[in-house]
């Protein structure tokens, strides 16, 4: 039994840093280069299991040396890794570039994320032995459909991250009891300019917690006031994944019980860890920091 299963992608990225981004047709020296296990879906379940919960990964990698480190990766987080498909194509990959001052461009190629196109057997049994789901956009959208409405017929909670953006079904809407988006994110979805507008119509089919960035998280629902919680004021290095750290803490937070703005002060602090070092997954914190942190922030 786990208390989280994050059903979601898993890639490696495969970062080149450079002096400036390459022109069209240009080849140009890189400077270092980096392996880092990635994917929304294996970042959420290293932050997870990371913060102290019981975590199952549901994906699939390719029968390859990449796909072996990522699993080995997810493994060493303390993530339950025996629902992990093998597919019989290549592991999914990031191929990212980062300029100094920080530009950067990303081409995902999906591999064997791109298989996940209905709910394996082994993938809904952990949906069925779980208190909470996880669920992101990079993964092809009827599994993630899929997944929903199997979980939503349980009773499972189901926490789905919106990313990357693209408009949603009503069907998909209803069977999620909470949908994590970004300004950008919501905005797209709803169709509105104003993000706090867009989470408002967003929550007349499930409860919304709009992420702001620094500026911290609100959480709207159909029938309450908004409530919300600041960001912890730090100085940041390096954002990546500071929502899927947010999103994987919250989950932990709220399967063992706790309430929501809680678990939100709890995944603010994560977040606000997480961005102050450099990397991804990599950042998340364990419990002991966020406790830590906590306690010197009370
Ligand atoms: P990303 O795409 O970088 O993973 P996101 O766009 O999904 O992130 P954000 O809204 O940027 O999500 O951040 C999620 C949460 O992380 C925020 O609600 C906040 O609590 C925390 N956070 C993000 N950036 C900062 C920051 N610079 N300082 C402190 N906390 C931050």
Redesign the pocket.
């Known amino acids: 039994m786990a208390d989280v299963v994050v059903l979601g992608s898993a890639n490696m990225d495969l970062v080149v840093t450079t002096d400036r981004l390459p022109g069209r047709g240009e080849t140009i020296a890189g400077g270092t280069f980096r392996q880092v296990p990635g994917g929304?879906g294996a970042?959420q379940a290293i932050a997870a299991a990371r913060a102290g919960g019981t975590v199952r990964f549901a994906g699939a990698v390719g029968d390859d040396d990449l796909g072996r480190r990522i699993v080995a990766a997810l493994a060493s987080a303390g993530v339950d890794t025996t629902a992990v498909g093998r597919a019989g194509v290549p592991t999914g990959t990031a191929h990212i570039t980062v300029a100094a001052g920080g530009d950067n461009t990303i081409v995902v190629v999906p591999g064997a994320n791109g298989t996940l196109t209905d709910l394996l057997p082994a993938h809904a049994y952990a949906i069925a032995t779980a208190d909470t789901l996880l669920l992101q956009l990079e993964l092809p959208l009827p599994v993630v459909q899929a997944a929903a409405t199997h979980a939503h017929a349980l009773g499972v909670r189901t926490i789905l991250?919106p990313?990357p953006a693209r408009p949603l079904s009503d069907d998909l809407l209803a069977a999620v009891d909470l949908l994590?988006?970004?300004?950008?994110?919501a905005t797209l979805i709803a169709g509105v300019d104003d993000p706090y507008r867009a989470a408002q119509l967003l929550a007349k089919h499930c409860d919304v917690l709009?992420?702001?960035?620094?500026?911290?998280?609100v959480h709207v629902t159909a029938d309450a006031e908004p409530v919300a919680?600041?960001?912890?004021?730090?100085?940041?290095v390096d954002?990546?994944?500071?929502?899927?750290?947010?999103?994987g803490v919250l989950a932990v937070a709220l399967a063992a019980g706790a309430a929501m703005p809680d678990a939100?002060r709890r995944?603010?602090a994560a977040?606000?860890l997480?961005?102050?070092q450099p990397g991804?997954s990599d950042s998340a914190p364990t419990a002991a920091r966020i406790d830590a942190f906590l306690g010197g922030a009370a």
Do not use: C, I, W, Y
Request: glycine residues 6%; without cysteine.
């Open positions: 929304k970042n991250t990313a994590v988006p970004n300004e950008h994110e709009l992420t702001l960035g620094e500026r911290g998280a919680v600041p960001a912890f004021p730090v100085t940041a954002t990546t994944a500071a929502g899927d750290t947010f999103v939100m995944a603010s977040a606000a997480s961005v102050q991804a």
